[in-house]
């Protein structure tokens, strides 16, 4: 049973779902009805209290979730902007690699592949002091296979040999 609506995931006008997840849910209610346009719900006795609200979260959602078909998810965007609550518009990969956090906390790393094509990619999970790991290509298939044989020990000779018998690349 739902018992905090403003932990909940609710669906735009345009087909797009917003998450809110404020835990401590009587807290931000009033900031979430005055940016939402519904200051009136603040004093409605059937969410004026924490106890109240709780015990009414079906209800509070299913108001919410009124509102939040009303308009766009960047209809949304703009008028929960100045919220002090935590919440987010669902995105797709592409929308999260282009996200403002995303770019600032530098999870997409620059690299070139050997043909000397651009290309992002997520950048390692860990830092060490305080720097990313800066990626950088995979190798090509086989394309360093000749040069490991040769440190192996094997004569040119050999590495053909084997080649010719379908034993490596």
Known sequence: MLRNPLVKNYLTKDGRWLAINCLQGFFYWAPLCEAIGRPDLITDERFSTHETLMENAPTAAEILA????????????????????QWTMVQDTLEAARDP??????????????????????????????????????????????????ELGLDWDTVVDLKVRGVTA
Do not use: K, M
């Open 66 to 85: 009124e509102v939040f078909a009303d308009a766009t998810a960047d209809e949304w965007r703009a008028r929960l902007q100045d919220f002090v609550g």
């Open 101 to 150: 956090q995303s770019v600032a906390n530098g999870y997409l790393q620059p690299c070139v592949t050997s043909e000397g094509n651009e290309f992002e990619l997520v950048a390692a999970p860990v830092q060490f002091d305080e720097v990313p790991a800066q990626p950088g290509r995979s190798p090509d298939f086989n394309e360093h296979g000749d040069a490991i044989l040769e």
